[in-house]
């Protein structure tokens, strides 16, 4: 590919710039510092000359912002342009000569960190970046010895917080600019710039506009000093402390690649690490400080049973693996397989699931098994439906957003998303029932009333399909994608839980007719498709095979399969209120909690005989146990999650359990042993060999591959061996503030020259028939609102509740926002309580004016504490309608 | 023969002093847009034709040719914007100050005629915003030009179309800058953009864009009047044309005498400008506003030419020719300009944003008495990371001119003032020694 321009920042300003580059060739010749290689035109310059083992100092550049030019540190010399050039804004043309460490260079340099130096406070003894810190380490490695610099520096009140996280010292600052530069042009949060002029140079929030972005830890991140600090971290620990290992962030099930780290046995600091088909190096608030939970002091640390009515004890583990089983046991023995169920299960590991998948359908013979709590899509259009990476968005026709507002579901996508609109130019369809925060990228927008994107989605396939529909959006639509190549990807997720998955189904169904279309699920819960894809589904066996398919093969090495297709959640919770379900296993999953409807739920509960629960935290159904199982958790346990695109990925082990814990798969392994089952898996390992062996879809991902593979593995392998890395990443890459590398080894380490096997899948895999019957619609009633409820980023979730920086930022309660000429109509000002009523029940909630919402819907945030729309959802109504009053003076 | 002014573009706003700025007396008694007029009727490619040859280089400071900064245009890329650079900033500098306040219609006719020539569909003349009356009467001409068809839609019938915005700035030296300007104008913070990409090839919101200056534009009208011919004819070899020069300090009548360039210096302060107050002597004088280097009296029989500046190791920039007598300090006038520097830089490229409050704070104790014997040879050293060499025509390590702008006043302080400095230096550190010997 030739590049005739760069994209480059002229930060200040919103506008797309380039840097214009010369010449035709494709590969162009540069001689470095007499080393001549070879890079693709219009490469930068600092780039290249990083590759070929020149590093060159930097601040403001960062591999993932465009060039600014701003902190004139990389200064180098170029034969025939006068003066020195900047190379991190310096595309390489042919016959290049570049000079970086010349005396003119060495004497740039030395200027440019003794002039950072003079305002700059050194107190690296005390800073939490010392020991890590690119000022520090360039400072020494190309910096003058000593200032001579006389005079008072420069002296601001420190720190100051620019959020409820994130702290800053203005008198660190080197105003590189590379924390405003993201804020606006990679979250699109442009909530702190620069104001003063000269040295008083500062960074700043507006008035009254603290930087709450999703997005804040990243600017703490990247900052080349320690003038940007978050509470969670600061003053925790001493980088030359920190114990780090590569992992996946279990917050989502974006799955971005992180650096955990950890001291005194104590998880301190997560750090994005840049994976370019996953996170290219960015990590969301939730994710990145959402560490604090598994120290939290209301884990449960030991296993307990009840002893009467109210009681719960703890007891050894034999004890309560015993009563587990025991329980499991009579239940199977006395009313069937059919009468235990297992719920949850989406945020532990693959392994996890496997080997739980196992126990139920292997050796209780239950097919009542769902991951899911009917807030996601049936597992048979997840699990069958064409699938995209999340790469394909880069390089698609054009993006559909079905249904979801990414940003509160799977933060990391909506910036992969924002970035593929806005500096790709790739067309955006956003089809929803309310505006999120993409809506301004997108190039067409659809609107329709909640559960009933039919006809919308209908047109779309028409001008996806090259007609001229003639309605404006799709018209605009029609021209951004004429004469563009690539997938259509969809994002589908689930709109809203006040509606049955139907309308959303058939509105995939609908664009699954269009040329080359590809989905990308938006399901939130971390490991859900690691859940689905091995057997927590009702249906499905391991490996994205259905039970009839699956069964020969499966059953080789289980021995038993369920003989019919079981419950769902919905289905499960039903039979248990109805006394067909008597015993349900809850894996890290309350269904008061998770359940969208929560009466429902609350009769289950009431009727089931036994709970066996795994869950590290009351929020994962302790209390209705009978017998509590504490797991291991996150940055505790090996193992592997396949994220939204199934990518199969390492997660690390950095901490010690807390308390009395044992890995998910091994207590489902030893309560099968105590139901006369021996898996015979000993090791995480064991389980990654016998899932590539057993489950089709992961054939070929075994434990070396998957300790081998530098960005994880898409499954089935077969149809992504080609993207496969192989072998350990550079050194430096990956952490974003870049410490200056060795010379990197030209040779890989021998692991590249193994090839890897590619079987293809034993049993055709299951796919989606694209089918799905028109839902009838749910008539309208003038007088009502209609009810939207989707996740929230800061929800009701044990990430959030119990890490104590994030809990700060969950609002209290859930809100109903509404349009504010319906607020108008309904004679309430913002802010004040209404009496909400719907078929199932009345709550009281605070009213709020939302533009986003369109007339005649409300919506409330479903994950939200305390009363909202659990409590007003009938899971069984095909859609749910709200009835506003006003409070009368004395109920206020 | 006593020095005389040549007057062109300030000849109208001279000749009626008590209404030069409303459109009345411009259309009246100077025919004001009857250029325009005649513009309309050329071919694009005749009008950039004329103004290259006319030699006119932009008044703002750069000097850079205006035909050829207008020719490098992209082709065929659209839309295209002028900007007018009337943000005039520079210290001591007040031409373009007197040329919008007396005569905004021959900047209008100016920046219509130009907008024409390349194609342009919107102008926006950026205005100072210190400039209230400035940015008034600018307002009321551009209303007029409207209300008499003279902008807008289909002007004069010939169908070209231009919309001219008049923006006022905040308060920001370095919104001067064409690039600063062009971030000020997206209503960003001043900032100035690295280059390339230049403002011809992506400048305002990323599209062709010209920026000139008040001056530069207030000639258009007349090199369409007379010719390119007759401009390049006037002045001094590549120097063609008149300049207003803004003379101000510590001469008997400072103000703004537009004069044929190639005269000499001596002419514009001694003749023109009355020569030094009180019957002093000079001591030296900045020939190009407060960026400039500057020169002594021997050098007063110089010719106002950009090209002899250059050799000189100074510039002409904006036109403003400070005079000091010789009983000023020039340390003090030094430390005075750089804490202009100190204020104004925009805090985006390092060696400026730190350097410039590292001069000025040097400076302030050299010139109180608290210099050290080595402080005029720290600033030279410190100040080669911001200005590589020290050597006119400056380099620069930064974005833009101001870097460079934050040493010229040392270069010269170390160039005319070196020994006498460096004595003092070290007279001021024994009588501080002196005096700590005796308090102890």
Redesign the interface.
């Known amino acids: 590919m030739t590049a005739n321009a760069v994209p480059?920042s002229?930060?200040?300003?919103?506008?797309?710039?380039?840097?214009?580059v010369a010449g035709d060739q494709d590969v162009v010749t540069v001689t470095i510092d007499d080393k001549v290689v070879q890079a693709p035109r219009g490469e930068l310059l600092i780039k290249v000359a990083q590759r070929h083992g020149t590093y060159i100092p930097r601040f403001c550049y960062h591999e993932r912002m465009k060039p600014?030019?701003?902190?004139?540190?990389c200064?180098v010399e170029v034969d025939g342009m006068?003066?020195?050039q900047?190379s991190c804004?310096t595309p390489v043309t042919d016959g290049m000569v570049v000079r970086t460490e010349s005396a003119?260079v060495k004497?740039?340099q030395?200027?440019?960190l003794?002039?950072?130096l003079?305002?700059h406070p050194l107190d690296c003894p005390v800073c939490d970046r010392g020991g890590e810190c690119p000022l520090q380490d360039q400072t020494l490695a190309f910096g003058p010895g000593e200032s001579?610099?006389v005079?008072e520096k420069r002296h601001f009140e420190k720190p100051i917080p620019i959020s409820d996280l994130v702290l800053l010292d203005r008198e660190r600052c080197?105003?590189c600019?590379r924390c405003t530069r993201f804020a606006a042009e990679v979250a699109g949060d442009a909530l702190i710039?620069?104001g003063?002029?000269?040295?008083e140079?500062e960074v700043i929030t507006y008035p009254g506009q603290p930087f709450t972005s999703y997005f804040s830890g990243n600017v703490v991140q990247i900052c080349p000093v320690g003038a940007l600090t978050a509470r969670p971290y600061r003053f925790k620990a001493r980088p030359w402390d920190l114990e780090a290992a590569e992992t996946s962030c279990q917050s989502c099930a974006v799955g971005c690649r992180g650096a955990v780290e950890s001291t005194t046995n104590r998880v301190v600091r997560l750090l994005g690490v840049d994976s370019e088909p996953v996170n290219q190096g960015w990590l969301c608030d939730k994710g990145r400080y959402g560490y604090e939970w598994i120290h939290a002091d209301t884990r449960v640390a030991a296993p307990m049973v009840r002893t009467g009515t109210s009681r719960m004890t703890e007891v050894s583990w034999p004890e309560a693996l015993d009563a587990a089983a025991a329980a499991l046991r009579r239940v199977h023995d006395e009313h069937g397989p059919s009468a235990i169920a297992v719920l949850g299960g989406a945020d532990g590991t693959n392994e996890d699931a496997y080997v739980w998948a196992r126990l139920a359908k292997g050796v209780l013979g239950t097919d009542n098994v769902d991951a899911q709590l009917a807030d996601g899509l049936p597992a048979e259009v997840v699990l069958g439906m064409p699938r995209a990476t999340i790469a394909d968005l880069d390089r698609a026709k054009a993006i559909v957003v079905l249904g979801v507002d990414t940003r509160e579901v799977l933060p990391i996508l909506h910036l992969r998303l924002r970035q593929a609109a806005v500096d790709r130019g790739v067309p955006l369809v956003d089809v929803a029932t309310r505006d999120t925060q993409l809506t301004r990228h997108a190039t067409a927008v659809l609107r329709h009333d909640p559960g009933a994107p039919a006809d919308a989605v209908e047109k779309l396939v028409a001008a996806l399909g090259g007609e001229k529909p003639r309605t404006k959006a799709l018209d605009a639509l029609a021209d951004a994608t004429a004469g563009r190549s690539g997938p259509v990807v969809v994002v589908l997720g689930r709109p809203s839980v006040a509606e049955p998955a139907a309308p959303t189904v058939h509105a995939a169904a609908l664009l699954a007719g269009v040329a080359d279309v590809r989905f990308l699920s938006a399901l939130g819960r971390a490991n859900v498709h690691g859940a689905l894809d091995l057997g927590l589904a009702p249906g499905f066996l391991p490996g994205r095979v259905d039970l009839e398919s699956g069964r020969a093969h499966v059953g080789e090495v289980w021995g038993v399969v369920p003989d019919a297709v079981g419950l769902d959640a919905t289905g499960i919770l039903r039979a248990a209120a109805a006394g067909q379900v008597r015993a349900l296993v809850l894996l890290g999953a309350d269904p008061l909690v998770d359940f969208p409807d929560r009466a429902l739920a609350r009769d289950a509960l009431e009727k089931v005989e036994r709970v066996v629960c795994v869950g590290a935290f009351p929020s994962d159904g302790v209390e209705h146990a009978d017998v509590v199982l504490p797991p291991t958790v996150w940055a505790e346990h090996h193992g592997s999650t396949t994220n939204i695109e199934g990518r199969v990925q390492r997660l690390a082990r950095i901490v010690t359990a807390e308390g009395s814990t044992m890995e998910a798969w091994r207590i489902a392994a030893e309560v099968a042993v105590r139901l006369g089952h021996d898996f015979d898996l000993e090791s995480v390992e064991e389980v990654q060999d016998e899932i590539a062996r057993v489950a089709p879809a992961f054939a070929g991902v075994d434990a070396l591959l998957l300790r081998r593979a530098r960005d994880g593995v898409v499954v089935p392998l077969a149809d992504h061996v080609d993207e496969l890395t192989l072998g350990a990443a550079p050194p430096g890459a990956g952490v974003s503030w870049e410490p200056i590398p060795p010379q990197p080894a030209e040779a890989d380490n021998g692991a590249v020259a193994t090839p890897v096997a590619t079987p293809a899948p034993a049993v055709a895999l299951h796919r989606w028939s694209g089918v799905a019957p028109a839902p009838a619609a749910a008539p309208a009633d003038a007088y009502s609102l209609r009810l939207v409820a989707a996740a929230t980023l800061y929800g009701a979730d044990r990430v959030v509740v119990a890490s104590p920086s994030l809990a700060r930022l969950a609002e209290d309660a859930a809100r109903l926002f509404v349009n504010p000429r319906d607020l108008e109509s309904l004679g309430v000002a913002d802010g004040d309580r209404v009496r909400v009523t719907s078929s199932r029940a009345t709550v009281e909630l605070p009213i709020a004016a939302d533009r986003a919402t369109p007339r005649g819907t409300a919506f409330v945030a479903s994950n939200l504490a305390g009363a909202g729309a659990a409590d007003l959802i009938d899971i069984d109504a095909p859609a749910t309608d709200l009835r506003v009053e006003t409070l009368t003076e004395r109920e206020r | 023969m006593p020095a005389e002014e040549t007057r062109i573009v300030t000849e109208f706003l001279r000749s009626r002093p008590d209404d030069s700025w409303t459109f009345e007396a411009a259309r009246k008694h100077n025919k004001a847009y009857s250029m325009l007029e005649k513009a309309l009727a050329m071919e694009r490619a005749q009008i950039v034709e004329e103004v290259t040859t006319s030699g006119l280089r932009g008044r703002g400071g750069a000097g850079f040719g205006a035909g050829q900064k207008w020719s490098f245009l992209p082709k065929d890329v659209f839309p295209r914007y002028l900007a007018v650079n009337a943000d005039e900033g520079e210290p001591a500098t007040f031409k373009d100050h007197m040329l919008i306040e007396c005569d905004p219609h021959q900047i209008i006719e100016g920046a219509a005629i130009t907008a024409y020539a390349i194609e342009a569909h919107y102008a926006f003349i950026y205005i100072r915003g210190e400039f209230a009356l400035g940015a008034e009467r600018l307002q009321q001409a551009v209303d007029d030009a409207y209300a008499n068809g003279y902008l807008g839609k289909n002007i004069l019938k010939s169908g070209f179309d231009l919309d001219v915005i008049v923006h006022r700035g905040a308060g920001c030296y370095i919104a001067g800058d064409e690039t600063g300007l062009l971030s000020s104008l997206e209503g960003e913070r001043a900032m100035p953009r690295i280059k390339p990409p230049f403002p011809a090839a992506q400048g305002l919101y990323a599209a062709p864009t010209v920026v000139n200056n008040v001056e530069t534009l207030s000639t258009i009208p007349h090199i369409i009047r007379k010719g390119g011919k007759w401009y390049s004819e006037l002045g001094v070899n590549k120097s063609t044309g008149t300049r207003v020069f803004s003379v101000s300090g510590m001469v008997e009548r400072p103000g703004n005498y537009e004069v044929e360039l190639g005269m000499s210096f001596r002419d514009l302060i001694e003749g023109l400008a009355g020569g030094i107050r009180g019957g002093k002597k000079m001591g030296f004088f900045i020939p190009g506003g407060a960026s400039a280097p500057w020169l002594m009296p021997e050098h007063l029989d110089e010719p106002l030419d950009m090209d002899r500046a250059s050799e000189l190791k100074t510039m002409l920039g904006s036109g403003a020719i400070m005079v000091f007598d010789e009983t000023v300090d020039p340390l003090l006038v030094s430390w005075r300009l750089a804490k202009f520097f100190a204020h104004e830089s925009c805090g985006k490229c390092t060696p400026c944003r730190e350097g410039s409050g590292w001069i000025e704070k040097v400076l302030y104790r050299m010139a109180n008495g608290l210099g050290r014997p080595d402080d005029l040879d720290l600033l030279l050293d410190f100040g080669q990371n911001i200005v590589p060499g020290l050597n006119a025509p400056f380099a620069q390590t930064t974005i833009c001119a101001l870097g460079p702008s934050t040493m010229s006043h040392v270069v010269s302080l170390d160039r005319w003032f070196g020994d006498a400095i460096r004595e003092r230096l070290q007279r001021d550190t024994d009588r501080r020694t002196r005096l700590e010997v005796r308090s102890a």
């Open positions: 480059m002229q930060w200040p300003s919103d506008y797309a710039y380039t840097i214009p600014v030019g701003m902190c004139r540190m200064l006068r003066g020195l900047i804004a003119a004497q740039a030395d200027g440019v003794e002039f950072l003079i305002n001579r610099y005079e080197i105003q600019g710039d620069f003063g002029r000269g040295e140079t």
